[in-house]
């Protein structure tokens, strides 16, 4: 009788062990721009107009903008576009805008920019890089810190 007793109740934990686990509730996935790591207030790079003004972005300002995607080299790059943040600081009309950051500065004319392509991607670092079909990837500019407006 002990040996059924001890049967059954190891029978019992073995099936236990192998039921399925309980199901969590999930949230539904987030969106590109929510999962961007959001630094403080401070400035991540700022816009200098043609006039000398200066304006400043932010995480906030740019989650405002349409997400914009562009592929390189076989990978997705996903951020805004520079003339969508050109547009947000009031920039209408303009020749050149150079941008400088961690490394290789870059220029760009008008057209370049009014190409769908020419994004400011977002980093895993909480920063953003200019991705162009324009200048190898290589030689992007990394960690975007001014753009002047000529």
Known sequence: MKQIAFFLLALLLLLSACAA????TTSPPKTPQELQP???SDA???VIKPDGSEVSFTWDDLKKLPLAQMEAEGKVEEGVKLMDVLSAAGVTE????NLSGSS???SLTWEQIQDETTILDFTNHGTVK???NYIPKANW???VARIEVK
């Open 104 to 106: 290789n500065p870059a």
């Open 38 to 40: 959001t630094p403080g």
């Open 141 to 143: 500019t990394k960690d």
């Open 44 to 46: 991540l790079f700022v």
């Open 130 to 132: 200019l991705s162009t």
């Open 94 to 97: 303009f020749s050149e805008v």
């Open 21 to 24: 686990p309980a199901t969590e």
